[in-house]
């Protein structure tokens, strides 16, 4: 029997290049796409396949569907992990970069999923392995778009699994806590480039500490990037894959938190936690 083949978005740094790394590892013929192909180059090494893969661009996401497709015939395992972290408060980011997040991180989702349905469809298999985030079931002062997307793909994804289950089709959830990646810095800096100054300096600087300290490996707050991807691959190897997994330190606390407690208690924990790791 050949490789199940999958294709990994948002390949190139995080938990995309180690999902690659992790999926190859257990037997996938793998794809990675990413725009910096170059950070990609490694990859090779294990036997991976790396295409240029912009997720905002049409010709760009059907060229490299396209080409999984003609060595393969259809693609059996597609992770959406692709996505970038917009901070800053809602008076203050422009329009054009809010729509920018959802194009990113909603949009170029559902496109590359739409490319893919099909040949899964007539296959009568595939799995869809959307990444979002425990930020898809909380929120964040100054994190109004980022945590709008991750609640999109939340609920798009759970759509999904209902229309697509007749097909043999089925659709994962992976919802990561603070991961040991560039990520968090670099959205750190975006918000204190838009909010540092004027009036939600305050908060600004607080949310940015919280963010950028996801990026030390160590912090109670930093999981490594293998530990996600680790979970990516369980989820695309089960038999029957839950709905969405939860990975990484302090989810299941944070998500249970959110559940059981009252909305204006959680938001007082919540930032007492923030203030704690900015001091």
Do not use: C
């Not at 083949?5 to 190859?24: D, K, Q």
Request: glycine residues 12%; hydrophobic residues 45%; aromatic residues 6%.
């Amino acid at each position: 029997m050949a490789p199940r083949v999958a294709l990994v978005t948002g390949a190139s740094t995080g938990i995309g290049f180690e999902t690659a790394l992790a999926l190859s590892a257990a037997g996938f013929t793998v794809y990675a796409g990413a725009r910096r192909v170059e950070l990609m180059e490694p990859l090779k090494e294990h036997g991976i396949f790396v295409v240029s893969l912009d997720v905002t661009s049409e010709e760009s996401m059907t060229l490299a569907v396209a080409e999984v497709e003609a060595a393969h015939g259809h693609v059996d395992v597609l992770v959406n992990n692709a996505g970038y972290g917009s901070y800053g408060s809602l008076e203050e980011v422009p329009l054009a970069e809010g729509r920018r997040q959802f194009e990113v991180n909603v949009m170029g989702l559902a496109r590359m999923t739409q490319l893919v349905i099909p040949g899964m469809r007539s296959a009568r298999t595939g799995r869809i392995i959307n990444v979002t985030s425990i930020g898809g079931k909380i929120y964040e002062p100054l994190g109004a778009w980022y945590h709008g997307t991750k609640f999109a793909v939340e609920g798009i994804s759970d759509s999904l699994r209902l229309e697509l289950k007749p097909h043999g089709i089925d659709v994962v959830i992976i919802e990561p806590s603070g991961t040991d990646t560039e990520w968090g810095t670099i959205a750190g800096e975006g918000l204190l480039a838009t909010s540092g100054d004027g009036p939600y300096a305050d908060q600004a600087h607080i949310v940015a500490a919280a963010l950028a300290s996801t990026s030390g490996h160590g912090h109670v707050l930093s999981t490594p990037a293998q530990v996600v991807a680790k979970t990516i691959v369980r989820a695309a190897m089960a038999k029957r894959p839950g709905t969405r997994y939860p990975v990484g330190r302090g989810a299941w606390g944070v998500l249970a938190m959110r559940k059981i407690l009252p909305d204006r208690v959680f938001d007082a924990v919540f930032l007492n936690f923030y203030k704690r790791l900015a001091g």
